[in-house]
């Protein structure tokens, strides 16, 4: 009796409050925007280095697309077990050390293979640092405050794509694409300095779980569920819907009204960012508001959102201008961006202690492995077939994919609250 007492008070020691959870949260942001920095400067210098290093659209396609994605996927799922189990600080140090040290490298890429084999590096330290970054929130901030901590961290993605972009943009013009990269990379280690000062080391979380689970032990129990289910058919819309949106849209309204790269960065990406920042820190503290109400309807809210994002977007494809086409495009800017802190917080929740990385990992391979893979791929085909069929605008027809996507996922969105609340029904 007192050994099982003693280890209650002990996790509950765990929780961190004031200055120490503040420290904590802002290295945490810092991880995910240089992160997704790391991720994203590529495809704003992907003319230059395809310049200098004569590579074919396929070859940037591959090494920018698919090589990421698949070894992101692969190697998330085993780094998030180890986090789990009690190593998350480990995982994502070391993590944080091996994407900086290989995006460097890319700088000293002569041809297609030595670049790839950067990515590749990229793509298998990245894969640690968001189901390590989960674990550490799962283990150090209290169920009240989980919503807001996921969404702080998440609003590194917005935060590190504007400045991918627009540092990314200048470094290329100013630099050179190798020097941006080599910059990016020493950022990375400088980050390692907060990991190491203001995360620190779990011990409660270090003991062994009661059972040795595989991977495809660990899945079969979290898919036995219901909700995780249909939550993981929610990542996967999440994922047919929000990478055609965000690689196609620039290219439409380049296209249809005749902006200028510039212009629609100036508009549309500044935007998209604000949105961003705005969407996750809101989905945070509803979340949080949901959750202290015992979390009746709470995939409610984004799926009410997406909704009404699949009819505004619909619309701005069709608009006479540009503004009033940016303007509606704004819902489904915020939806996406909304729906994180749901659905991170909402894996957290039907996961259980100790299995929350591994859940987000799951999550993040429906979303970025299935969906993010497929829809681009079909929306370039359908753009393809009705520009060969004298189609004025073939990416518009493309683009109708997104909100057909987005209000599937309204949709999906509801039957996932009532799942949920039947899951935490049976398991009271």
Known sequence: MKKKTKT?????NQWLYGRQRTSLLITLLLVSIVSQIDRVLPFILAESIKTDLKLSDTQIGLITGLAFTVCYALAALPLARISDKGWARKVLLWSVIFWSIMTGLGGLAVGFVTLTFSRIGVALGEAGGTPASHAIIAQRIPENFRGRAIAIFSMGIPLGTMLGFAVGGWASDSIGWRNAL????????IVVIFVLSFIRKQEVFKQKAKTEENFIKASRELFSKPAFKWLFMAAILMGLSSAPFYIFTSPFLIRTFGLTAGEVGLSFGLLQGIMGIVGTLFGGRMFDR???NGYKGLMNPPATIFIIASITTSIALFMPNSWMSILLLIPGMFSFAFMMPFAFGAGHLVAGPKKQAFSISLLMLGSGLIGATISPFLVGAISDFASASHVDSGLQMGLLLVPLFSFQLG??????SRKISSFLKNNN
């Open 8 to 12: 209650k008070l002990n996790e509950q």
């Open 182 to 189: 080599f910059g990016a990379g020493v950022l990375g280690l």
């Open 290 to 292: 949901i959750a202290g």
């Open 411 to 416: 949709i999906v969105g509801f039957i996932v």
